[in-house]
Nanobody, 118 residues
Framework: QVQLVESGGGLVQPGGSLRLSCYSSENINNVNHLGWYRQTPGNEREMVAIITRRGGTNYADFAEGRFTISRDDTGNTVYLRMDALKPEDTALYYC????????????WGQGTQVTVAS
């Protein structure tokens, strides 16, 4: 079982920045990838950015150029730096870990709320 704990959400003005953190009980070297997803009421959860254990990254189109996913040296914390935030970025942001071992195992954190408003 992988435990994920997100932090760093909050209220920010349009154009501002936030850095979200996700602490994983499982080191990234032991998972297929860690990622950030977001969800707004009435909508499906969507991928924001992922980082693989080899350091490869992938971003949603809306995140490209504004958001940066990274990890710390320990491999247990993944960050999402968000710049030039827009009101439409308002959402509950979740951290997800994926382990592939015969089958795919998904683990989710509880989420952290990001609200972009003036």
């Amino acid at each position: 079982q992988v435990q994920l704990v997100e932090s760093g959400g909050g209220l920010v003005q349009p154009g501002g920045s936030l850095r979200l953190s996700c602490y994983s009980s499982e080191n990234i070297n032991n998972v297929n990838h860690l990622g950030w997803y977001r969800q707004t009421p009435g909508n499906e959860r969507e991928m924001v950015a992922i980082i693989t254990r080899r350091g490869g990254t992938n971003y949603a189109d809306f995140a490209e150029g504004r958001f940066t996913i990274s990890r710390d040296d320990t491999g247990n914390t993944v960050y999402l730096r968000m710049d030039a935030l827009k009101p439409e970025d308002t959402a509950l942001y979740y951290c997800k870990a994926v382990i592939v071992s015969g089958k795919i195992y998904d683990y989710w954190g509880q989420g952290t709320q990001v609200t972009v408003a003036s």
